[in-house]
C-alpha cells in the first residue's frame, strides 16, 4: 500500500506561483513513477506532469510546458509541482498519483486532492 496527501492548494491571482507537496507513505520502495493531474469542474481529470521515481525523466502537458516544474525531495519522499505564471485556466482540483513498479499501466494509487482557484 501507498499512501498519497496532497497539500498547498489555494486562491491566487493570475500571473502568480503556487507550490504544490504530495507526500508519499508506506511501500514508496514499490513507486516506479509519480504523476499530477488535475480536474476542472464539469470536465474530465487531465494529465499534468510525471516524473520518474528514482530516475531523470520528466513529462508535461503541453498546456503547462515551461509554466511547471515536477521534482521530488528523495529525503522526505515527497514529490512537489511548482507552478509559475498561473492562468484562471488552470483552477482545478490537483490530484498526485503512483505507478508502481510492474504495473501495466496508469496509475494505482491516489491523493484525495488540492483545490487551486486562479482569479482573473
Known amino acids: 500500500q501507498v499512501q498519497l496527501v496532497e497539500s498547498g492548494g489555494g486562491l491566487v491571482q493570475a500571473g502568480d506561483s503556487l507550490r504544490l507537496f504530495c507526500a508519499a507513505s508506506g511501500r514508496t520502495f514499490s513507486i516506479s513513477r509519480m504523476g499530477w493531474f488535475r480536474q476542472a469542474p464539469g470536465k474530465e481529470r487531465e494529465f499534468v506532469a510525471a516524473?520518474?521515481?528514482?530516475?531523470?525523466?520528466?513529462y508535461y502537458a503541453d498546456s503547462v510546458k515551461g509554466r511547471f516544474a515536477i521534482s521530488r525531495d528523495n529525503a522526505r519522499n515527497t514529490v512537489y509541482l511548482q507552478m509559475n505564471s498561473l492562468k484562471p485556466e488552470d483552477t482545478a482540483v490537483y490530484y498526485c498519483a503512483a505507478s508502481l513498479v510492474g504495473s501495466t499501466g496508469g496509475y494505482d494509487y491516489w491523493g484525495q486532492g488540492t483545490q487551486v482557484t486562479v482569479s482573473s
Open positions: 516524473k520518474s521515481w528514482s530516475g531523470v525523466g520528466l
